[in-house]
């Protein structure tokens, strides 16, 4: 497993054993917004922490519940989805607030759980418009 900050580097695992442990050390490197994706949380959903300037927040945005076909491609997808929201921001980080990145995460764990639902990764990703149909843009 990992911690991934968007649009930063990788945390390798061995560094912190718990996700308290490795937002701290995200945190102490200045990382503005790190996600524990869907995929290492399962139906669990994502796991956020948020630094917008002074304080910051963390949270968990729940997964949706399918039965599984294949995992994967969950992992790309949510982070392709979760990255497709932050690039339309123009700058991606500035300004962004914690309701806003649940809605965005929501998206991308609804992109995810998609994906899982369906055998193969490539194919098995959604297309917008399905993402559209189902009322889950952020």
């Known amino acids: 497993e990992t911690m991934a900050a968007i649009g930063e580097p990788v945390i390798p695992s061995g560094i912190a054993h718990t996700v308290e442990e490795a937002l701290n050390v995200a945190a102490s490197i200045g990382y503005p917004v790190i996600v524990r994706p869907a995929f290492t949380l399962g139906g669990a959903g994502v796991y956020y922490r948020l630094q917008n ?66 055998p193969g990764a490539l194919p098995a990703m959604p297309w917008l418009k399905e993402l559209e149909e189902e009322g889950i843009l952020p």
Do not use: H, M, Q, Y
Request: proline share 3%.
């Open 53 to 118: 300037g002074g304080e910051a927040v963390t949270g968990t945005v729940p997964g949706f519940s399918v039965k599984i076909a294949d995992t994967n491609g969950a992992g790309d997808t949510f982070f392709g989805a979760a990255l497709r929201c932050l690039a339309k921001r123009g700058n991606p980080l500035e300004g962004l607030e914690k309701e806003e990145l649940e809605r965005i995460l929501r998206f991308a764990n609804k992109a995810a759980s998609l994906t899982v639902s369906r």
